[in-house]
């Protein structure tokens, strides 16, 4: 019997106790795990791989007949299964062992599976198939979790974490979980927290690319980008962190002017600089003149609009923009 993955809530009035979850999206498999059937079981819980059962299959076989029998209700994963855990189903189906459930997980199952046949025509046997999820789908779940979790970010924010979720739910979540964490003592999140945070850069972030452009550094901009094979998707993130970071100089700049001090511009400015940080940018404070910085800010938004409208040039454009001040 199939049931489709966004009826899975069936399951909670279903009595039957072989159940196949088959698909690429591990993460939503591992949701529905998680919360349909482990929260809401109160027996005793194991989780197996397919070549620890079929190792000891007689014994294992031995041990469900006795628990069937003797002991409570009883909740068993199988991870990593193939074909060969058929022979288990059957077993089970033919000596009729009750008061076990099992869940049994797998990778992509074809048509022509085996497996997947007999749990598909089998009245008694529940498969549920679990196909990547779509970008609305993915956006809908990351917006319900900080709406629930009360985290205010831009949709810049969410597109670019549902954008390297690569169609799972299980990685959206993983970073969700990251931003939950650094809400606590940060409230404002931006995309440059986000990319520092997340599993999203390559050997040279972005940010260190934006740090460079700024401080002038032509030789590391160039040695970011010829060791970095940037996407189309990360060229707004570019463009933004260079934004943020170069409002921030604007301000620094206004503050020098103020001041006439440079290293107490900086050690005076909220939010406060990081130490590490500071060498950098006291390098950017001295290699701009305020208005060099306005008209970066303006080109920035301009490259924005173009690159919106042809985005199959964006890393062209940035490598550009980036590579000549």
Known sequence: MIIKSFEVEKIKSIKN???????????????????????????????????????????????????????????????????????????????????????????????????????????????????????????????????????KVSQEVVNLLVGRSRGDRGNLINELNKIENLSITKKNIDLEDVFKLTNLSENYS?????????????????????????????????????LNRSKRLLKLKESQNETGNIDLTISSFRPPIFWKEKDVVKKQIQSWSDEEVKKVIYKINDLEVLIKKNSNNSINFVSDFVSNY
């Open 206 to 242: 972005v940010f260190e690319l934006a740090e460079s452009y700024l401080a002038k550094n032509k030789k590391q901009v160039s040695k970011i980008l010829n060791e970095n094979n940037f996407a189309n998707d990360e060229c707004i993130l570019i463009l933004r962190t260079i």
């Open 17 to 151: 106790n072989l159940i196949l979850l088959y698909g690429s999206n591990q993460g939503h498999k591992n949701q529905v795990i998680k919360e349909l059937f482990e929260k809401l079981f109160d027996g005793e819980i194991s989780r197996l791989d397919e070549n620890e059962i079929l190792n000891n299959y007689e014994e294992f076989i031995s041990s469900l007949i006795n628990k069937s029998l003797f002991e409570d209700d009883k909740l068993i994963v199988i991870s990593r299964t193939s074909e060969k855990i058929i022979k288990l189903v059957n077993e089970i189906l033919d000596r009729n062992i009750e008061k076990i459930k099992i869940i049994i997980n797998s990778d992509n199952l074809e048509k022509k599976s085996k497996l997947r046949s007999l749990f598909e025509k089998d009245k008694k046997l529940i498969c549920i198939p679990f196909y990547e999820d779509n970008e609305r789908s993915l956006v809908s779940i990351a917006q319900n979790f900080l709406r629930e979790k009360n985290i």
